[in-house]
Nanobody
Framework: QVQLVEFGGGLVQPGGSLRLSCAASGSAFSTITMGWYRQAPGKQREPVAC???????IYADSVKGRFTISRDNAKNTMNLQMNSLKPEDTAVYYCNGGGLLLRPGQFWGQGTQVTVSS
């Protein structure tokens, strides 16, 4: 079993940056694919970025070149550095674990709100 908690959401102006973190409990973290997903109002939840246990990464086209996903298996943490934020990045961002690249697994965090607005 893996429990996930997100940190770091908030309000930021367009063009700004924000860093999300996900802290995981349990010994399985280093063996599972992790990812960030987001859900905007009135839209379906969508993948943002994923990272394999060995550090291979994949990004949604909409965030390529702006977002960077990383993980620290020794600390059971995963991060998402978000730069050049746009209003369309506004959503609740969820940490996910146990799936495949861009396919969510069974473990979800509670979500953290990111709002990009002037």
């Amino acid at each position: 079993q893996v429990q996930l908690v997100e940190f770091g959401g908030g309000l930021v102006q367009p063009g700004g940056s924000l860093r999300l973190s996900c802290a995981a409990s349990g010994s399985a973290f280093s063996t599972i694919t992790m990812g960030w997903y987001r859900q905007a109002p009135g839209k379906q939840r969508e993948p943002v970025a994923c990272i394999s246990p060995g550090g291979n990464t994949i990004y949604a086209d909409s965030v390529k070149g702006r977002f960077t996903i990383s993980r620290d298996n020794a600390k059971n943490t995963m991060n998402l550095q978000m730069n050049s934020l746009k209003p369309e990045d506004t959503a609740v961002y969820y940490c996910n674990g146990g799936g495949l690249l861009l396919r969510p697994g069974q473990f979800w965090g509670q979500g953290t709100q990111v709002t990009v607005s002037s």
